[in-house]
């Protein structure tokens, strides 16, 4: 994965689309927390999933708006 660049954040800042949403985790690719990396997804999916209900949407097009991006 490539880290994004200032002019790309500026461009998604800009120009807005209907719906958005951007989940950033640290992983751990050895070792016993690599057991941690799905709880921490599922953890910010169940977060993203409210915070697009509480902008508004309904809960179940909050989950399948997250389905249709996983």
């Keep these: 994965m490539s880290i994004l660049t200032v002019e ?15 989940i950033y985790m640290p992983t751990v690719v050895a070792g016993a927390e690599t057991r941690q990396n799905p ?4 953890n910010l999916i169940r977060t993203a999933q409210q915070a697009l209900v509480d902008n508004g ?6 989950n399948e708006f997250l389905r249709l991006c996983n």
Excluded: G, H, Y
């Excluded at 790309?8 to 951007?22: A, G």
């Excluded at 709880?39 to 599922?42: E, G, N, Q």
């Excluded at 949407?57 to 909050?62: I, K, N, T, V």
């Design 39 to 42: 709880i921490r997804f599922k």
């Design 8 to 22: 790309e954040v500026k461009t998604l800042v800009q120009e807005p689309k209907e719906l958005c949403v951007s």
């Design 57 to 62: 949407l309904d809960e179940d097009a909050a």
